[in-house]
Nanobody
Framework: QVRLMESGGGSVQAGGSLNLSCVAS????????MAWVRQGPGSERERVAK???????VVEDPFRDRFTISRSNDKNTLFLQMNSLKPEDTGLYYC???????????????????WGQGTQVTVSS
């Protein structure tokens, strides 16, 4: 059973930074895509960034050049470095994972199998 546990959220002023972490356990042999997904107040979940088993990363347009996704060498901890935070970044940030058929693949949207409980990020103006 895969378990994902996020931490590092908090309340910051606009322009500030946070570094989110996600500790994963229970991965079996396979190729996993991992991602950060945000759910803002009254909004649907949207993917923030993703990383393939191989290590290729994508950060979605609203967060590009401000956020960086990375992973520990043992692949058991996922990070999201968040810089130049804006009030619209406010939301619950989830760590998510899904086993893929290729080490180079990720789901196209937020179709992930495993989810953490989320960590709250609040950005004030």
């Amino acid at each position: 059973q895969v378990r994902l546990m996020e931490s590092g959220g908090g309340s910051v002023q606009a322009g500030g930074s946070l570094n989110l972490s996600c500790v994963a356990s229970g991965f079996t042999s396979g190729w996993y895509c991992m991602a950060w997904v945000r759910q803002g107040p009254g909004s649907e979940r949207e993917r923030v960034a993703k990383i393939t088993e191989h290590g290729s990363t994508v950060v979605e347009d609203p967060f590009r050049d401000r956020f960086t996704i990375s992973r520990s060498n043992d692949k058991n901890t996922l990070f999201l470095q968040m810089n130049s935070l804006k009030p619209e970044d406010t939301g619950l940030y989830y760590c998510a994972a899904r086993m893929m058929s290729s080490r180079y693949a990720c789901p196209s949207g937020v179709d992930f199998q495993d989810w953490g409980q989320g960590t709250q990020v609040t950005v004030s103006s």
